[in-house]
């Protein structure tokens, strides 16, 4: 085997007969064998520096030498088999499920929100109405966070495990099967839902259980070693509802704030952790298509997106969670606060390119939350986001031209933006903690001056705030087991816990955990 790379123009696939010819040469063998040389296409990505390519990292075989295919297990049938509760039907909590299949377990999934369907209308009321559905919203609800922020899959890394099992088991569920190839793939948020539903049928009819509206209460440790998991929600008419299991995966996302709340009341250990708080900024998706692809911009390519990381005064700034072609949505949990996110359909097809862009946080960088200990920086993202909803007094977002937010100068109006409840003329600059402030106004010019030429324009509006970007706390774990330092039996798991950030990771912690048990 060898791999090999070719080249295509965008805007045409690139034939087995250019494949095969490549490989003619690379492998030194006879022209007349190329009909019989197999290849596999690993990787597709963009290369706009020059003329605007596809390039493709190909495997290639000789007629002798074995091209093995990547199987995934078969599901077993679980309806009789010994439950595991997983508390979370997000990436992690999904993933954990079918590893839990195919080595003949039973899933019993906890979710507080509702399945995916009847989770879009309370996106609804929220966006139009302003109307918070603390459990079923943009964060909670079937799916996680991620079936209505794009379906990024962007993690490449290796190191959390085969991360070939989760895109074959998106593709098995209806994904595109271009997500194996591409540099950059994702889903879409049109799409994302019903690969989700799939997900969910496909695990019910093997025997494992799903149970909306079933808000974790509490998780009582048993003298048997065992666990009862207690839940109840306002909507359900039976009230509290106990599930017994000696095995709980903990994913719940970086949202579930009552989770960690109700292991510092145990004495369960948990740490404060470092996370990262900025604003959304929305540009014109052309002028990103302009800048990316250095003014050849054609529609027939791919809407441009981007990623930057720089460091200012000692901490990091960088781009999160970019939407090519997407709008911006309101991702409160609770009544009185504003957070904002980004989301985009399969086409990525707005006029808007939005991103969050944000500043490093540290425990020691605000002392005055010390005395809340491992909340201590829960608390304060409580704080700044009560901050950014008093100043309008609803989800209407507090927002600022860039240059305007840089020189800290008011606004003479905003440009328009795809943020459904609206943007409020806001000094941006002063309502951001002051040690995000100052780092974002050294960061956009210089982002717009030596990385992206025409960023830095007063044509883009920040609005705050973005502050889900992963937990600020960690439940910490064994490392070898992969139980809770202090719980054998419990399985802290992906965002919720700090050890994910997006789908992939996520759904890859949820393999590992389930592989433990």
Known sequence: MKEIEVTCKLGKELSADEIQTAAVKALGVSPKMK??????????????????????????YKPDEVMAEYVLDEYKDVSSAEPVIIIGAGPAGMFAALRLLMKGLKPVILERGKDVHARKFDMAKLSKEGVVNPDSNYC???????????????????????????????????????????????????????????????IVEHGGEYHFDSRVTDIVKKADGSFDVLTCHPERSEGSVTYTSRKVILATGHSARDIYEMFDRKGWEIQAKGFALGVRVEHP??????IQYHGKYQPYMPTAEYSFVTQVLDRGVFSFCMCPG????????????????????????????????????????????????????????KDVERKMFEYTGSLKAPAQRMMDFCRRIPSNGLPQTSYHPGAENAPLHELLPEHVSLRLKYAFPEIGNKKMHGYYTNDALLLGVESRTSSPVRIPRDPETLEHVQVAGLYPCGEGAGYAGGIVSSALDGINCAAKI
């Open 326 to 381: 997407g709008i911006l949505v309101p991702a409160a949990t609770a009544e009185g606060e504003l957070v904002l996110n980004g989301m985009s359909n399969s086409q990525r097809n707005s006029k808007w390119a939005n991103s969050g862009v944000v500043v490093q946080i540290e425990p020691e960088d605000f002392p005055e939350y010390a005395q809340h200990g491992p909340l201590a920086l829960l608390q304060f993202q």
């Open 35 to 60: 009909q019989q040389l197999k290849y596999r296409i690993m990787r597709r990505s963009i290369d706009a520096r020059n003329d605007i390519l596809y390039r493709y990292k190909v495997e290639v």
């Open 140 to 202: 909670f609800g079937e799916g996680g966070a991620g079936t209505f922020s794009d379906g990024k899959l962007y993690t490449r890394s290796s190191k959390r495990g085969d991360i070939r099992e989760v895109l074959h088991q998106l593709v098995r569920f209806g994904a595109d099967p271009n997500i194996l190839i591409d540099a950059h793939p994702h889903i879409g948020s049109d799409k994302l839902p019903i690969v989700v539903e799939n997900i969910r049928k496909c």
């Open 285 to 290: 998706q052309s002028l990103i298509n302009k």
